[in-house]
Every structure is written in structure tokens, then in C-alpha cells.
């Protein structure tokens, strides 16, 4: 069966700074992955996904991720952090369906 | 992506009552999907609606309480029955599109009261 694991509850970062989300899965092959952010009261945005390919994959809002593998990790990066970007981030595994982390909630430090 | 309507977007119910929550998606899909999203929570799988046969449902959602519709291939809805104030969450379907990843919709907002 196919699971996401997202080992951070909440983050705290400075704006201006740079950001890693961390999302490990568990699959038996290469999965699809997603990460998603959700604002205070808001739906589901898609930031970016990962089907095949390349595994450094650009999304929105200046976000990347990157496909390792190796370490069946999936983890969210921002080189520079902008206030508005405090929310809900989710990591999601879909095959089948889909299955969601319980989700990083991020802060942004003025 | 197609798009998909979900109404109502929010209601707030009398405890013991029941809503049912319609998703329509202006193509057809083969599978659809419906999410819970409790207050400060995740999303949480609770049934997979494929046209023609009975959902199936995740470990800890059944149908009694969470009967599931999926009459053709661009509709489906959700009934959350016999409610209680644990029933307060976001209700969301989703749609698995060819190549597309998934699409969800807007949600519904439920509050039981």
C-alpha cells in the first residue's frame, strides 16, 4: 500500500530564508508525488508533481522539489522565503488513489 | 483538466440529519474519489466511486454512514448520515484525469450544530 510520511508538524523560518519540506513515501515502484499547499480557509493548490523524468521538478511560486529514490524522499524546497507562503504544505503519493501526509504547517518570521 | 462542480459549498446541519454532497464533472471520469478533512487535519480517504459498482471504502468509513452514489460517469454524490459535531470537517471529491494528476473540488464546509 502506498503511504507519505511528513516528519514535520511545524516549521518556522524567517522571510527571506530558504525552506526544505521533507515527504517520504512508501511504494513499491516509482509513485506519482505531489505537494499541495492549502492558505487558512482556502481549497488545494497544486505546487508541482512528479510522474517520470527528471527528477528536480519546478513548480509554482518559485517552488521545486526533488525525487530521490534512494531515500524514497520527495522534500519541498524554496530558495527564498516570502511571507505569503505561510500555510499548510501537503505531500501526496497517488497510484490508484490518492494519499496524502498529515501536512508541515509553515511560518513565516518577519 | 476537466472541471468539477462540488455544492453545496458549505451547510450547517441539525445533529441526527443527514446532507448529501453532489460533485459533477463536465467529462466523464472512471474513478472518483471522496475526501475528509477534519478541523486542523489532513486529508483522509474515505471512498473510491467507481460507475456501475459499490464504492469501497478506506479502514473506518462505512456506508451506512457515508453512503456513496455514482449513478454515471460524470457524477457522483456523498451522503454523511445521521450527523454528529465529530462530522464537522471539509468533505472534498477529487477525479483522477489521464496524465493529469487529480483535480479536486472546492469542498463543502459542513458544521453540525
Known amino acids: 500500500a502506498q503511504s507519505v510520511t511528513q516528519p514535520d508538524i511545524h516549521i518556522t523560518v524567517s522571510e527571506g530564508a530558504s525552506l526544505e519540506l521533507r515527504c517520504n513515501y512508501s511504494?513499491?515502484?516509482?509513485?506519482?508525488l505531489f505537494w499541495y499547499v492549502q492558505s487558512p480557509g482556502q481549497g488545494l493548490q497544486l505546487l508541482l508533481k512528479y510522474f517520470s523524468g527528471d527528477t528536480l521538478v519546478q513548480g509554482i511560486k518559485g517552488f521545486e522539489a526533488e525525487f530521490k529514490r534512494s531515500q524514497s524522499s520527495f522534500n519541498l524546497r524554496k530558495p527564498s522565503v516570502h511571507w505569503s507562503d505561510a500555510a499548510e504544505y501537503f505531500c501526496?503519493?497517488?497510484?490508484?488513489?490518492?494519499?496524502f501526509g498529515a501536512g508541515t504547517r509553515l511560518t513565516v518570521k518577519p | 483538466s476537466a472541471v468539477i462542480s462540488q455544492k453545496p459549498s458549505r451547510d450547517i446541519c441539525q445533529r441526527g440529519t443527514s446532507l448529501t454532497i453532489q460533485c459533477q464533472v463536465d467529462?466523464?471520469?472512471?474513478?472518483m474519489f471522496w475526501y475528509r478533512q477534519q478541523p486542523g487535519q489532513s486529508l483522509t480517504l474515505i471512498a473510491t466511486a467507481n460507475q456501475g459498482s459499490e464504492a469501497t471504502y478506506e479502514s473506518g468509513f462505512v456506508i451506512d454512514k457515508f453512503p456513496i452514489s455514482r449513478p454515471n460517469l460524470t457524477f457522483s454524490t456523498l451522503t454523511v448520515s445521521n450527523m454528529s459535531p465529530e462530522d464537522s470537517s471539509i468533505y472534498l471529491c477529487?477525479?483522477?484525469?489521464?496524465?493529469?494528476?487529480?483535480?479536486f473540488g472546492s469542498g463543502t464546509r459542513l458544521t453540525v450544530v
Open positions: 501526496a503519493v497517488g497510484v490508484n488513489d490518492m494519499r
Open positions: 511504494y513499491g515502484a516509482t509513485p506519482y
Open positions: 477529487s477525479y483522477r484525469g489521464r496524465g493529469d494528476g487529480y483535480t
Open positions: 467529462s466523464q471520469v472512471t474513478m
